[in-house]
């Protein structure tokens, strides 16, 4: 029965992501001749800036666990991040009001200081029937700036996110897509995957589920 369903899911992800499917001619690197436009929040073969690495990663799983559980952890408010341990410094709008804003730091290994990101809630829609959402947003202190260890300026070009959360059946498709230009490699699959995981195990604290992500996939 819910091996059904997975297929039945992936294959409607297959025909209905053509929005968020990845770009098949990405330069890696921004050449002035290239006609391409410049990434952002429309996914399509595109061009970051200069000195800016291409990245798109997804990552997708089930939890045995009904759409409004899992919707009750993930989804209070968009600047409530404490679920995953992160320290919201400063935050705009109410709710999921869209243009609302959440700012938390974070250490990455290729700056020497913890960066200090916001992030603009850019659309946000919720399933009526049984609970769910999908929402988009980017990050908004663009164009950012920071230092290498070895003193080297770079910079980050931008990322841009799609997050959907539905029932299928008895479980809860969650779906996070990250697409990015940033001047050293950021791990965003180990990012969504702390987040994931971290989910899993509220719902077990909870008592909504046995803790478990069935058929955790990422890719990119
Ligand atoms: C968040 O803030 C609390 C209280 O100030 C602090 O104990 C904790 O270490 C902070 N967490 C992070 C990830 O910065
Ligand atoms: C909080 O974030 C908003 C939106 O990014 C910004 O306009 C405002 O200056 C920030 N406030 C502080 C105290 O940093
Ligand atoms: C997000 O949900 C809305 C409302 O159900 C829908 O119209 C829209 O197509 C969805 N977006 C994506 C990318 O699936």
């Not at 992936?10 to 990405?26: C, E, F, W």
């Not at 980017?138 to 959360?165: C, I, K, Q």
């Not at 230009?181 to 969504?192: A, I, Q, R, Y």
Request: proline share 5%; net charge negative.
């Amino acid at each position: 029965m819910f091996s059904l369903n997975f297929v039945a899911v992936l294959s409607t992800l297959a025909l209905v992501s053509p929005g968020h499917s990845y770009p098949s001619n990405v330069k890696q690197d921004s050449s002035t001749s290239s006609a391409l436009p410049v990434c952002g929040p429309v996914v399509q073969s595109c061009q970051c800036p200069e000195g800016n690495i291409y990245s798109s990663v997804s990552t997708y799983g089930f939890y045995p666990a009904t759409a409004k559980d899992v919707q009750s952890i993930t989804a209070s408010s968009f600047s409530d991040l404490s679920y995953i341990g992160l320290n919201v410094t400063n935050s705009t709008g109410q709710g999921f009001e869209i243009g609302s804003s959440r700012t938390f730091t974070l250490d990455w290994d290729a700056s020497i200081e913890p960066i200090s990101v916001t992030e603009v809630l850019t659309t946000y829609n919720e399933y009526p029937d049984n609970g769910g959402f999908n929402m988009t947003w980017d990050m908004g202190n663009l164009p950012f700036h920071y230092t290498r260890p070895n003193g080297e300026e770079a910079t980050v070009g931008g990322f841009w996110s799609y997050e959907e959360l539905r029932q299928v059946g008895d479980y809860s498709f969650f779906l996070w897509s990250t697409w990015s230009c940033f001047g050293d490699v950021f791990d965003f699959s180990g990012f969504h995957e702390l987040v994931f995981h971290r989910i899993a195990q509220i719902l077990k604290e909870q008592g909504k589920s046995d803790g478990s992500i069935i058929g955790l996939t990422t890719t990119g």
